[in-house]
């Protein structure tokens, strides 16, 4: 069975940063694109930015461009996602998430971890 399981949030003052962890065991990522997503109260559940382990440009959400930055540790087949200029709306439980190349049906879920920007 996949599993994934993320760390890494908290709090932070607006402004202030965080990287979240995303491990993932009995998977093959090099098989699989990975995901970060988040949602806030009463709204949609919204991807962040998604990279093919194999490699590639990663895509960003145009909320986070420029701010985010996904990377891996293919030694620990971790990846993570840096949370740079943190603003009270980025705000939200993030999840990370992966689906078998090619595909649209992001399968495999981790629980998700709370960020909070608050002073």
């Known amino acids: 069975q996949v599993e994934l399981v993320e760390s890494g949030g908290g709090l932070v003052p607006p402004g202030g940063s965080l990287r979240l962890s995303c491990t993932a065991s009995?998977?093959?990522?090099?098989?699989?694109?990975m995901g970060w997503f988040r949602q806030a109260p009463g709204k949609e559940r919204e991807l962040l930015a998604a990279?093919?382990?194999?490699?590639?440009?990663?895509y960003y959400a145009d909320s986070v461009k420029g701010r985010f930055t996904v990377s891996r540790d293919k030694t620990k087949n971790t990846f993570y996602l840096q949370t740079n200029s943190l603003e009270p709306e980025d705000m939200a439980i993030y999840y990370c998430?992966?689906?078998?190349?090619?595909?649209?049906?992001?399968?495999?879920w981790g629980r998700g971890t709370q960020i909070t920007v608050s002073s």
């Open positions: 998430a992966a689906k078998a190349a090619g595909s649209s049906d992001w399968r495999y």
């Open positions: 009995t998977l093959r990522p090099s098989l699989y694109t």
């Open positions: 990279f093919a382990w194999r490699g590639g440009d990663p």
